[in-house]
């Protein structure tokens, strides 16, 4: 829930500690070791307090106490913990995990926000780039699937007939 309500990179999600979340925020460290905050809703709080209620940190070693996600062999969970989960809920779900990946979940987040009317300046905070370029990538790929659902549309693909009044108007 956190991963995609929020967006996050993979790298972020597992270095979170429990020190990182607040109310209605986290305090998130990404590329290039910069600080940033990222928002989330009342459900992104419900899940994280559910986890959190379910949370045993009685065996993790003293290097791993503050992880906010400890995985089976009670330590910080890894990023190649996180794409293996991923990776077997896709499976579960009937999906191909070779076409989906956490980054596509970010990419999804972020789509998500664009179409749900978040500025593309407030997105790139969201997502961390430094580069908006890098973040208008996301309205590039709104776009191609507009351009392609108009290019399913069956009138768009009528061979050519000849030119009469009747039919051009």
């Keep these: 829930m956190l991963f995609i309500s929020c967006g996050l990179r993979v790298s972020e999600l597992v270095s979170l500690n429990t020190h990182d979340i607040y109310e209605d925020h986290l305090r998130v460290i990404g590329k290039g070791n910069k600080e940033r905050v990222v928002f ?61 990946s956490p980054h596509k979940l970010r990419h999804t987040a972020a789509t998500l926000m664009l179409k749900n009317g978040v500025d ?20 590039h790929l709104d776009n191609a699937a507009l351009h392609e659902a108009a290019m399913a549309n069956p009138i768009g693909r009528k061979k050519r007939t000849v030119k009469t009044k009747k039919n051009i108007l």
């Design 120 to 139: 593309t300046r407030a997105l790139q905070e969201v997502l961390g780039h430094s580069n908006l370029n890098t973040t208008q990538i996301y309205t």
């Design 40 to 100: 989330f809703g009342d459900g992104c709080r419900e899940a994280i307090d559910d986890y959190l209620a379910v949370r045993n940190a009685e065996k993790v070693p003293e290097s791993d106490k503050d992880a906010l996600f400890i995985s089976q062999k009670n330590c910080r969970f890894g990023v190649r913990g996180v794409q293996q989960m991923v990776e077997k809920k896709l499976k579960m779900a009937g999906l191909d995990a070779t076409r989906y």
